[in-house]
Nanobody, 120 residues
Framework: QVQLVESGGGLVQAGGSLRLSCAASGRTAGNYRMGWFRQAPGKEREFVAAINWSLSSTGYADSVKGRFTISKDNAKNTVYLQMNSLKPEDTAVYYC?????????????WGQGTQVTVSS
């Protein structure tokens, strides 16, 4: 079992920055993936970014490339999402995700979500 606890959401003006954190307890070693999804009101949950725990390879949605950076701290079992140049359309609940399969196949564990609001 893996538990994910997110923090770092909040209210920021357009053009500003926020950093989300997701602390994982449980097994995250090996070919494990962690990442972020988001869900805006009235929309489906969508992929944002992911990182492979052992390879450190990363992937991003086109909408956030060049603005968001995902990283990890192995010692703290924590993944981060640095969000720069935020836009009002980035407003959503951001969910941490983890699993042993590619996210296009499925997510095994979800965090509780953290609200990010970007004002214009």
């Amino acid at each position: 079992q893996v538990q994910l606890v997110e923090s770092g959401g909040g209210l920021v003006q357009a053009g500003g920055s926020l950093r989300l954190s997701c602390a994982a307890s449980g097994r995250t070693a090996g070919n494990y993936r962690m990442g972020w999804f988001r869900q805006a009101p009235g929309k489906e949950r969508e992929f944002v970014a992911a990182i492979n725990w052992s390879l450190s390879s990363t992937g991003y949605a086109d909408s956030v490339k060049g603005r968001f950076t995902i990283s990890k701290d192995n010692a703290k079992n924590t993944v981060y999402l640095q969000m720069n140049s935020l836009k009002p359309e980035d407003t959503a609940v951001y969910y941490c995700a983890a699993g042993s399969r590619p996210f296009v196949v499925g997510v095994d564990y979800w965090g509780q979500g953290t609200q990010v609001t970007v004002s214009s």
